[in-house]
């Protein structure tokens, strides 16, 4: 499944290459906020639910060709995952940047589709709740052994331009290539790769 997705967001990259240049580029910088649900995609499989928490940042973007542009942005967010009817449950503070291609249909008032690759890097962690007294699996009782995280994420929105100030709504879905545990042959668990979904809220001030 990691080699499917690395493939199809390179292809897709590949087909946006060719664009219009626009006369006028545009530049937008603001900040961002909204839920997350996550979970940890464990092999040997853990019973989950979605853990809630939030996430904050800034964000700029840059359009120099019609319809495609560029999206980066620095992020806290707060992953980690919700186990055994939430009798455990581990959260995971990570700083995160997404450089995304920004692909939107619209003048004014658009909607938007952005993707691309996000590197994490874990600030903290702490059990939330621990129902399970006595307990010796590994998610248990070990830390994150890999503090840094990368992987690919996607997702769609729209925006309101009012006079420069932009207001946007959108959901995202991201997916871990590298995993929170260790995963040599000696190791528990083969696969241990975050899995997200965010909603957002954002103003932005165009600049340029």
């Known amino acids: 499944m990691r080699k499917n997705l690395v493939l199809l967001f390179s292809?897709?990259?590949?087909?946006?290459?060719?664009?219009?240049?626009?006369?006028?580029?545009?530049?937008?910088?603001?900040?961002?906020?909204?839920?997350?649900?996550?979970?940890?995609?464990?092999?040997?499989?853990?019973?989950?639910?979605y853990i809630i928490g939030t996430n904050a940042g800034i964000v700029f973007r840059y359009i120099a060709e019609k319809n495609v542009g560029m999206q980066a942005e620095l992020n806290f967010s707060q992953r980690g995952w919700n186990e055994k009817d939430?009798?455990?449950?581990?959260?995971?503070?990570?700083?995160?940047?997404?450089?995304?291609?920004?692909?939107?249909?619209?003048?004014?008032?658009?909607?938007?589709?952005?993707?691309?690759?996000?590197i994490s890097y874990l600030l903290s962690e702490k059990i939330v709740k621990n129902g399970l007294n006595g307990s010796t699996d590994v998610q248990h009782v070990t830390s994150i052994q890999n503090p840094f995280d990368y992987g690919l994420c996607a997702g769609f929105?729209?925006?309101?331009?009012?006079?420069?100030?932009?207001?946007?709504?959108?959901?995202r879905a991201y997916y871990a290539l590298s995993d929170i545990y260790s995963n040599s042959k000696r190791d528990y668990f083969a696969n241990s790769n975050n899995l997200n979904l965010s909603l957002n809220f954002a103003w932005l001030l165009k600049v340029k």
């Open 157 to 171: 929105g729209f925006m309101v331009n009012l006079k420069g100030n932009v207001f946007q709504f959108d959901t």
């Open 11 to 49: 292809v897709f990259t590949l087909l946006l290459t060719a664009q219009v240049r626009l006369n006028k580029p545009e530049m937008y910088i603001g900040v961002t906020g909204g839920a997350t649900g996550s979970m940890v995609v464990f092999n040997p499989k853990v019973t989950q639910s």
């Open 86 to 118: 939430s009798l455990f449950s581990r959260q995971l503070n990570y700083i995160e940047l997404p450089f995304l291609t920004h692909i939107y249909i619209g003048k004014n008032n658009r909607v938007f589709f952005n993707l691309g690759p996000k």
